[in-house]
């Protein structure tokens, strides 16, 4: 089954702890990218990934880390993170850019930090 | 820069009225628009794209129309049902080869039986 499968589901952690956000897609897609969902904000976007090696920033960058080393595995790193990142974050990938191909999501991570 | 509404946040429709949603968008022309749907705790899924060279868009009860002189798009559900009830959201491109969108804050729509 085509999907982008994100881990963990859930996770609570403690300020300054760094966590990585496991993100995998099977579709062979080139376009990756993070978004965090906010009650009163909508999906934001954190990092993109235009494909292998190629990363940029999104409009929320600060306090994350992202890395493309092969097609199908866009890990999001919180190197330390802090209470404002707790929030509903999606993995999606995409065949292309640039040509309005349609995202697909994950079932997000919710993740919380105290 | 940029900026996308959706002009309600909520609307409550009753079942088999048709449900229209509005987005609209200032300081730039997109190329493209999509729809996405999303329920509760799940990720958005793809609804359907319109292109700016396109007036309207069908996929079986779904319309999406782009007025680019009005700047805005609007969806429609016919023959509403309480499945129906999700958020919507809507995301234009946001121009460039990256092809990135933006997305609204989205509506959340409640069909009554």
């Known amino acids: 089954e085509a999907q982008v499968t994100q881990n963990p589901r859930y996770l609570i952690t403690v300020t300054g702890k760094k966590l990585t956000v496991t993100c995998s897609q099977n579709?062979?897609?080139?376009?990756m990218s993070w978004y965090r969902q906010d009650p009163g904000l909508g999906l934001r976007q954190i990092y993109y990934s235009m494909n292998v090696e190629v990363t940029d920033k999104g409009d929320v960058p600060e306090g994350y880390k992202v890395s493309r080393k092969e097609k199908r595995n866009f890990p999001l790193i919180l190197e330390s993170p802090s209470p404002n990142q707790t929030s509903l974050y999606f993995c999606?990938?995409?065949?292309?850019?640039?040509?309005?191909?349609?995202?697909?999501f994950g079932n997000g991570t919710r993740l919380t930090v105290t | 820069s940029q900026k996308i509404e959706q002009n309600s946040e909520a609307l409550n429709i009753q079942e088999g009225k048709t449900a229209t949603l509005t987005c609209n968008y200032t300081?730039?022309?997109?190329?493209?628009l999509q729809w996405y749907r999303q329920d509760p705790g799940r990720g958005p899924v793809f609804l359907l794209l319109?292109?700016?060279?396109?007036k309207e868009k069908r996929k079986e009860r779904l319309k999406v129309t782009f007025d680019t002189t009005l700047k805005q798009s609007l969806f429609h559900i016919t023959a509403s049902q309480p499945a129906d009830s999700a958020t919507y959201l809507c995301?234009?491109?946001?121009?460039?080869?990256?092809?990135?969108?933006?997305f609204g804050k989205g509506t959340k729509l409640s069909v009554k039986p």
């Open positions: 579709m062979n897609h080139e376009y």
């Open positions: 999606a990938s995409s065949p292309q850019t640039g040509s309005g191909s349609p995202l697909h």
């Open positions: 300081n730039y022309s997109p190329a493209y």
């Open positions: 995301a234009p491109d946001l121009g460039g080869s990256q092809g990135n969108l933006i």
């Open positions: 319109i292109r700016e060279n396109e």
